[in-house]
T-cell receptor, first 112, second 114 residues
Framework: DTAVSQTPKYLVTQMGNDKSIKCEQN?????MYWYKQDSKKFLKIMFS???????INETVPNRFSPKSPDKAHLNLHINSLELGDSAVYFC???????????FGEGSRLTVL | AQSVTQPDIHITVSEGASLELRCNYS??????LFWYVQSPGQGLQLLLK??????LVQGIKGFEAEFKRSQSSFNLRKPSVHWSDAAEYFC????????????FGGGTRVLVKP
């Protein structure tokens, strides 16, 4: 049973397109996150939701819009994709009081 | 604001040798500290964590780390490295007050020579 699952695992698309990445966790956690890992492996938080409420929104272009339909799901929609959006996007979850994050396997986005 | 520095970008060790990865953090209060490992093409797996108490923490795969408040460090160690330990290692700092946001260091890539 996968604890944090993301789809798709690979995504290749053209500049200007709109795409979504989905994330689901079956750990019963109340907080979910999106992290971006660039080509140099640097990991940076983008968003965090606690019980469907946005609690962290780092400096991310508003072309990125997270949506949390329930506390087990956090999707990431990206409009008007740019070359610089190419990266691996990781979803993670935790209980807010616990500290430890559980990560999905990542979604590699390539923008051509 | 919290930050993490991993001074070593790459480390090469021989199989069977000991390994130490350095991590320095900056945070105003008592931090939560973590080490994660990422194998190629994989997600991040937690090796160990420090919240409070004993400053020497044991983790999975034979790893341990020591929290030194005076040095703002949380170095990771393994006495004898196996070829399967070749991976990218990330130190992270977090705090409940920060919405449980984890801030990661830039990572250290470990290469293991036979």
């Amino acid at each position: 049973d996968t604890a944090v699952s993301q789809t798709p695992k690979y995504l290749v698309t053209q500049m200007g397109n709109d795409k979504s990445i989905k994330c689901e966790q079956n750990l019963g956690h109340d907080t979910m996150y999106w992290y971006k890992q660039d080509s140099k492996k640097f990991l940076k938080i983008m968003f965090s939701y606690n019980n469907k409420e946005l609690i962290i929104n780092e400096t991310v272009p508003n072309r990125f819009s997270p949506k949390s339909p329930d506390k087990a799901h956090l999707n990431l929609h990206i409009n008007s994709l740019e070359l610089g959006d190419s990266a691996v996007y990781f979803c993670a979850s935790s209980n807010r009081d616990a500290g430890e994050l559980f990560f999905g396997e990542g979604s590699r986005l390539t923008v051509l | 604001a919290q930050s993490v520095t991993q001074p070593d970008i790459h480390i090469t060790v021989s199989e069977g040798a000991s390994l130490e990865l350095r991590c320095n953090y900056s945070y105003g209060a008592t931090p939560y500290l973590f080490w994660y490992v990422q194998s190629p093409g994989q997600g991040l797996q937690l090796l160990l964590k420090y919240f409070s108490g004993d400053t020497l923490v044991q983790g999975i795969k034979g790893f341990e780390a020591e929290f030194k408040r005076s040095q703002s460090s949380f170095n990771l160690r393994k006495p004898s490295v196996h070829w399967s330990d070749a991976a990218e290692y990330f130190c992270a700092v977090g705090a409940q007050a920060a919405g449980n946001k984890l801030t990661f260091g830039g990572g250290t890539r470990v290469l293991v020579k036979p």
